[in-house]
């Protein structure tokens, strides 16, 4: 349930916007992505905070813990293969 929540207010809080903008030699289009259905400025932060922690942070965190637990691995295994190759 949280995360139909937390995805519609992503979809909610998404709009595009275009700019037409003319001069006598060229004629520019910009479309930007606005968030006009917020109502308030705390709204906008605490999405901020949410798209920091789960679109950043987390995938970090899931990153450096299987680096860690993968250089762990082969540290235990070049121990044990110096080990087994010693010469008796």
């Keep these: 349930m949280m995360l139909f929540t937390w995805l519609q207010a992503i979809f909610s809080l998404q709009d595009t916007t275009v700019y037409v903008s003319h001069d006598?030699?060229?004629?520019?289009?910009?479309?930007?992505?606005?968030?006009?259905?917020?109502?308030?400025?705390?709204?906008r932060i605490a999405f901020a905070w949410y798209q920091l922690l789960v679109m950043f942070l987390l995938p970090v965190i899931v990153i450096l813990y299987c680096y860690a637990v993968v250089t762990r691995v082969l540290w235990v295994s070049t121990k044990q293969h110096a080990i087994m190759t010693q010469a008796r």
């Design 24 to 43: 006598n030699v060229s004629h520019f289009i910009v479309m930007s992505c606005v968030d006009n259905n917020v109502a308030s400025n705390a709204q």
